[in-house]
């Protein structure tokens, strides 16, 4: 069974502090892997989207990849208690366009 | 761009009655939706894969004559739940993938439905 885990949380963390949020897959095939924010009630929004082993930057957010370890991180940078949600990492299998996704980790930024 | 919307954002139910719920690509074509589930507390689940004039496929464990999709164009899809239960009341999440333009394997998400079966 393919699956993504994350550490459902809560990762609380002071404003202003950088939080670290991880994910890992178990299919060596998966090629796209995204992050999603979703706050109580309401459907998940993009944050970030990954193909390439690496660093990828967007503002506050760096997005790392490490396909041999099969594992995806997100960084928030200046965390602002408006980023208080719950953070879903999402793998896409190789040509079926599905995303599996993971339990999500909640992010508690405290004032 | 990329936006998807949702009708009803929420609606409740009687028993035993059946609710269809719509989701659009407003400002882009989707060959592809997917329908997901969402419990309180629980992530997202894949229920179906909807393709533009052909037929659904859903995931194991989904009852396709319960949950009937129907994509009648590149920017409609439409799921109806028949003969609801309270067991299915849940937070119902389409998604579109884009056809071109943009990249073309990422999911955007409607705001979803909240349905609730009395």
């Known amino acids: 069974q393919k699956e993504v885990e994350q550490n459902s949380g809560p990762l609380s963390v002071p404003e202003g502090a950088i939080a670290s949020l991880n994910c890992t897959y178990s299919d060596r095939g998966s090629q796209s892997f995204f992050w999603y924010r979703q706050y109580s009630g309401k459907s998940p929004e993009l944050i970030m989207s990954i193909y390439s082993n690496g660093d990828k930057e967007d503002g506050r957010f760096t997005a790392q990849l490490n396909k041999a370890s099969q594992y995806v991180s997100l960084l928030i940078r200046d965390s602002q208690p408006s980023d208080s949600a719950t953070y879903l990492c999402a793998v896409n299998l190789d040509n079926t366009g599905k995303l599996i996704f993971g339990q999500g980790t909640t992010l508690q930024v405290k004032p | 761009g990329a936006v998807v919307s949702q009708h009803p954002s929420w609606v409740i139910c009687k028993s035993g009655t059946s609710v269809k719920i719509e989701c659009r690509s407003l400002d882009f074509q989707a060959t592809t939706m997917f329908w997901y589930r969402q419990f309180p507390k629980q992530s997202l689940m894949l229920m179906a894969t909807s393709n533009e004039g052909s037929k659904a496929t859903y995931e194991q464990g989904v009852e396709k004559d319960k949950f009937l999709i129907n994509h009648a164009s590149l920017t409609l899809s439409t799921l109806t739940v028949t003969s609801a239960h309270p067991e299915d009341s849940s937070f119902y999440i389409c998604?579109?993938?884009?056809?071109?333009?943009?990249?073309?394997?990422?999911?955007?998400f409607g705001p979803g439905t909240r349905l609730t079966v009395l």
């Open positions: 998604s579109a993938k884009v056809l071109r333009g943009l990249s073309t394997d990422t999911q955007y």
